[in-house]
């Protein structure tokens, strides 16, 4: 059961760093005017 909640946790992290790097991106490219 403590492995599971484990792997919840992991995986909410996964995804904050995905949005988090997408979001870098993105206002990576806005400063170069590509969007």
Do not use: P, Q, S
Request: charged share 45%; aromatic share 0%.
């Amino acid at each position: 059961m403590v492995k599971l909640l484990e792997l919840c946790e992991n995986l909410k992290i996964e995804v904050e760093n995905l949005k988090a790097e997408k979001e870098a991106l993105r206002m990576l490219k806005e400063r170069k005017g590509l969007v």
